[in-house]
């Protein structure tokens, strides 16, 4: 019995020492966890209830050179409900008021808001959805209702923000416009302006601490920001709107007519290469079109005839022969290393001048005149199209600019065709925009100016950045050629290609164009033509440059030539400038005074003068006059649309806090 006790007391010390051990190493993790381990258990608890998110900056605006709006960021809210937040007696006291006020402003029973109140409460719900796609007036409201107007915490508002990209005058310009498109994993992408003045536009991010209240919810720990999101610059476009609609409307029209693949339109103004009007649209399955691709940036190509204009400019700077040199066109074909340059009229043209060869399009004339003169040569020509750029992009802000082809004599693919095939367009190639930029060259006697998409970066009314006309070539060639080149080019709308174009009220030149495109694929097989018109208007003192290029129109009726199918278009767009729109203004009686008048400024006037710490009524009022008028009180502004004021983001008769924004809502 001793023995047997003696050996139960040695389990027990056993027992014993053992939890004295476990006691020991419990009380050693505690304090390893305490004070060596603590900071990182204690921000890991942090991290899975406190996180810190980011609130995107509204983007700047895009505007157009006529101040319209082309690009806007709008804040667009959605308002949840922590039911759990408020006491009970705060609930039942706001609810019936808060759920009338919602009915009104949304269209909504008041008796269905509060069923779902008091069932959100009841199921303990932190998150309930009141409502999505408000605008800034309508959060405003909403903010404002009974127990919302309390808080986060006291009365359960949950706001959450996120900024939505419009385009006001809807898809015209749209890729020329671009976007910005931010990838799951962080990265960004994108076209046009948008993305080439990105560092402008989109402002510095803000930061607001949200705490964890279930399952992939939070909602914010307090009602200010962390750090408060600053607004990106405005950027002004060259685009002009009038011009832009005109030139959209034009290439549409045609493209719908041709039953054509793909076109494009760039309307540049000549002195200072701003662009003030490019469309792009390509043909969508079901027949309709739209902004697709950038062809007249992107879209690189044999430009055919409207690249004769090089020959000609090189002929006449080397004084190889003059415009009144004549040629034989040899019933229309002349054969160069067995192969055919033939011209578009059957038989030819019998002798005719160089002028009248390039007035009437003529590839043998062409052909005859740089390979009889550069033959020994190629190198004197060739390096004249590289002195004028068009071996090179013309490096555009926006991105995808298509890069440029000139042959070399030195490349291991020249051969005994090259040079006669360059010089009616072939086994070249170029982009829309670089052959319009050359073209502009000649009609800005002889300075080429660098294309420009934006003229001016900016904050409210304070010039951030200017940009300037940017020189290519201060002289791309002799005045004398240049006047050569300008007759020629004029002749080819009174008496040449372009002659179904003319009109004696109204002075165009240019160049005509039709190119066969992938002759050389599957045989020939996907061969179809690009019909292009390029020049400038007026003709006596050119103020914009245009170039018109149309892919794949419907040959069925055997109607493809670019004065048939582009250069309606140039005609079009060049008359709504200047002819359909004219200038009659005429002031008969300027001391004449117009009583409507008087009282809008008598009105204005009394807006002005009332107590700047109120915050005044300019519903009706024209927006250039509501801005100047909010900004004489030194409060900032935000426009969203064109017109006169529909509706201001603080009610009038408010307190005027200086240090806010008032957004204003024109239509």
């Given at each position: 019995?001793?023995?047997?006790?003696?050996?139960?007391?040695?389990?027990?010390?056993?027992?014993?020492?053992?939890?004295?051990?476990?006691?020991?190493?419990?009380?050693?993790?505690?304090?390893?966890?305490?004070?060596?381990?603590?900071?990182?258990?204690?921000?890991?608890?942090?991290?899975?209830?406190?996180?810190?998110?980011?609130?995107?900056?509204?983007?700047?605006?895009?505007?157009?050179?006529?101040?319209?709006?082309?690009?806007?960021?709008?804040?667009?809210?959605?308002?949840?409900?922590?039911?759990?937040?408020?006491?009970?007696?705060?609930?039942?006291?706001?609810?019936?008021?808060?759920?009338?006020?919602?009915?009104?402003?949304?269209?909504?029973?008041?008796?269905?808001?509060?069923?779902?109140?008091?069932?959100?409460?009841?199921?303990?719900?932190?998150?309930?959805?009141?409502?999505?796609?408000?605008?800034?007036?309508?959060?405003?409201?909403?903010?404002?209702?009974?127990?919302?107007?309390?808080?986060?915490?006291?009365?359960?508002?949950?706001?959450?923000?996120?900024?939505?990209?419009?385009?006001?005058?809807?898809?015209?310009?749209?890729?020329?416009?671009?976007?910005?498109?931010?990838?799951?994993?962080?990265?960004?992408?994108?076209?046009?302006?948008?993305?080439?003045?990105?560092?402008?536009?989109?402002?510095?991010?803000?930061?607001?601490?949200?705490?964890?209240?279930?399952?992939?919810?939070?909602?914010?720990?307090?009602?200010?920001?962390?750090?408060?999101?600053?607004?990106?610059?405005?950027?002004?476009?060259?685009?002009?709107?009038?011009?832009?609609?005109?030139?959209?409307?034009?290439?549409?029209?045609?493209?719908?007519?041709?039953?054509?693949?793909?076109?494009?339109?760039?309307?540049?103004?000549?002195?200072?290469?701003?662009i003030k009007a490019i469309s792009n649209l390509g043909r969508a399955t079901d027949g309709s079109y739209y902004?697709?691709?950038?062809?007249?940036?992107?879209?690189?190509?044999?430009?055919?005839?409207?690249?004769?204009?090089?020959?000609?400019?090189?002929?006449?700077?080397?004084?190889?022969?003059?415009?009144?040199?004549?040629?034989?066109?040899?019933?229309?074909?002349?054969?160069?290393?067995?192969?055919?340059?033939?011209?578009?009229?059957?038989?030819?043209?019998?002798?005719?001048?160089?002028?009248?060869?390039?007035?009437?399009?003529?590839?043998?004339?062409?052909?005859?005149?740089?390979?009889?003169?550069?033959?020994?040569?190629?190198?004197?020509?060739?390096?004249?199209?590289?002195?004028?750029?068009?071996?090179?992009?013309?490096?555009?802000?926006?991105?995808?600019?298509?890069?440029?082809?000139?042959?070399?004599?030195?490349?291991?693919?020249?051969?005994?065709?090259?040079?006669?095939?360059?010089?009616?367009?072939?086994?070249?190639?170029?982009?829309?925009?670089?052959?319009?930029?050359?073209?502009?060259?000649?009609?800005?006697?002889?300075?080429?100016?660098?294309?420009?998409?934006?003229?001016?970066?900016?904050?409210?009314?304070?010039?951030?950045?200017?940009?300037?006309?940017?020189?290519?070539?201060?002289?791309?060639?002799?005045?004398?050629?240049?006047?050569?080149?300008?007759?020629?080019?004029?002749?080819?709308?009174?008496?040449?290609?372009?002659?179904?174009?003319?009109?004696?009220?109204?002075?165009?030149?240019?160049?005509?164009?039709?190119?066969?495109?992938?002759?050389?694929?599957?045989?020939?097989?996907?061969?179809?033509?690009?019909?292009?018109?390029?020049?400038?208007?007026?003709?006596?003192?050119?103020?914009?440059?245009?170039?018109?290029?149309?892919?794949?129109?419907?040959?069925?009726?055997?109607?493809?030539?670019?004065?048939?199918?582009?250069?309606?278009?140039?005609?079009?767009?060049?008359?709504?400038?200047?002819?359909?729109?004219?200038?009659?203004?005429?002031?008969?009686?300027?001391?004449?005074?117009?009583?409507?008048?008087?009282?809008?400024?008598?009105?204005?006037?009394?807006?002005?003068?009332?107590?700047?710490?109120?915050?005044?009524?300019?519903?009706?009022?024209?927006?250039?006059?509501?801005?100047?008028?909010?900004?004489?009180?030194?409060?900032?502004?935000?426009?969203?649309?064109?017109?006169?004021?529909?509706?201001?983001?603080?009610?009038?008769?408010?307190?005027?806090?200086?240090?806010?924004?008032?957004?204003?809502?024109?239509?």
């Amino acid at each position: 019995m001793a023995v047997e006790d003696k050996h139960i007391s040695y389990r027990i010390y056993l027992v014993a020492f053992a939890i004295f051990l476990m006691a020991i190493a419990i009380a050693v993790k505690l304090t390893n966890i305490q004070w060596v381990e603590g900071d990182y258990y204690r921000k890991l608890a942090k991290d899975r209830t406190v996180k810190n998110f980011i609130i995107p900056a509204n983007k700047g605006n895009i505007y157009s050179a006529d101040g319209s709006l082309l690009a806007t960021s709008i804040p667009n809210y959605e308002i949840r409900f922590d039911a759990v937040a408020p006491k009970s007696n705060t609930f039942e006291k706001n609810i019936k008021p808060l759920s009338d006020s919602l009915a009104l402003l949304l269209g909504r029973p008041s008796s269905l808001f509060l069923n779902e109140f008091r069932k959100a409460r009841a199921n303990k719900n932190r998150y309930y959805l009141v409502a999505r796609d408000l605008s800034y007036t309508e959060f405003v409201k909403i903010k404002s209702f009974p127990l919302f107007n309390l808080g986060t915490y006291k009365g359960g508002i949950i706001v959450e923000q996120e900024t939505v990209r419009e385009h006001p005058i809807g898809k015209i310009a749209e890729r020329t416009i671009g976007y910005e498109r931010r990838n799951p994993n962080g990265d960004s992408n994108g076209k046009g302006i948008e993305w080439a003045y990105r560092r402008y536009l989109n402002g510095k991010d803000g930061k607001i601490v949200k705490q964890k209240i279930s399952k992939g919810q939070w909602k914010p720990i307090r009602d200010v920001n962390e750090i408060d999101p600053q607004d990106g610059y405005d950027v002004i476009s060259t685009i002009n709107v009038f011009i832009q609609d005109i030139a959209h409307h034009a290439l549409l029209k045609q493209l719908e007519e041709y039953q054509a693949d793909h076109g494009c339109v760039v309307v540049m103004e000549t002195k200072t290469g701003h662009i003030k009007a490019i469309s792009n649209l390509g043909r969508a399955t079901d027949g309709s079109y739209y902004e697709t691709t950038n062809y007249a940036v992107a879209e690189s190509h044999e430009p055919g005839s409207t690249y004769k204009l090089v020959d000609l400019m090189i002929l006449l700077e080397d004084k190889k022969i003059d415009t009144s040199t004549v040629f034989d066109t040899q019933g229309g074909i002349i054969m160069y290393s067995g192969k055919a340059v033939r011209d578009s009229h059957k038989g030819g043209y019998g002798k005719i001048s160089l002028a009248r060869g390039f007035e009437l399009s003529s590839n043998t004339v062409m052909v005859q005149a740089v390979y009889d003169n550069y033959k020994n040569n190629p190198s004197q020509f060739v390096n004249h199209i590289n002195d004028y750029g068009l071996n090179k992009a013309l490096g555009l802000s926006i991105k995808g600019e298509g890069m440029p082809s000139v042959p070399q004599p030195t490349d291991k693919n020249w051969s005994n065709i090259s040079l006669p095939w360059m010089a009616f367009g072939y086994g070249v190639s170029i982009t829309p925009l670089q052959t319009l930029t050359f073209y502009n060259a000649v009609a800005n006697n002889g300075e080429m100016v660098k294309p420009q998409f934006v003229s001016e970066i900016k904050e409210w009314n304070r010039t951030i950045k200017k940009y300037d006309k940017e020189v290519i070539n201060p002289k791309i060639c002799s005045q004398e050629t240049i006047l050569k080149l300008k007759a020629v080019m004029l002749n080819v709308v009174k008496k040449g290609t372009g002659s179904k174009l003319y009109s004696k009220d109204f002075s165009m030149a240019g160049k005509t164009g039709t190119a066969q495109v992938n002759y050389a694929r599957n045989g020939g097989a996907e061969k179809y033509y690009a019909s292009s018109f390029v020049g400038y208007f007026p003709a006596e003192n050119p103020k914009y440059s245009c170039i018109v290029v149309v892919h794949k129109p419907n040959t069925a009726n055997n109607n493809y030539y670019g004065a048939d199918v582009a250069g309606p278009v140039f005609k079009r767009i060049a008359q709504k400038i200047f002819t359909d729109t004219p200038s009659t203004n005429e002031i008969k009686n300027i001391s004449r005074k117009i009583q409507k008048q008087e009282n809008d400024y008598g009105n204005y006037e009394k807006l002005q003068n009332l107590q700047t710490s109120i915050v005044p009524n300019v519903k009706g009022m024209s927006g250039m006059d509501a801005v100047s008028l909010f900004g004489n009180l030194g409060v900032k502004v935000k426009i969203i649309g064109i017109g006169k004021v529909k509706k201001q983001s603080i009610q009038p008769g408010e307190n005027l806090d200086k240090n806010t924004t008032i957004i204003l809502e024109l239509s």
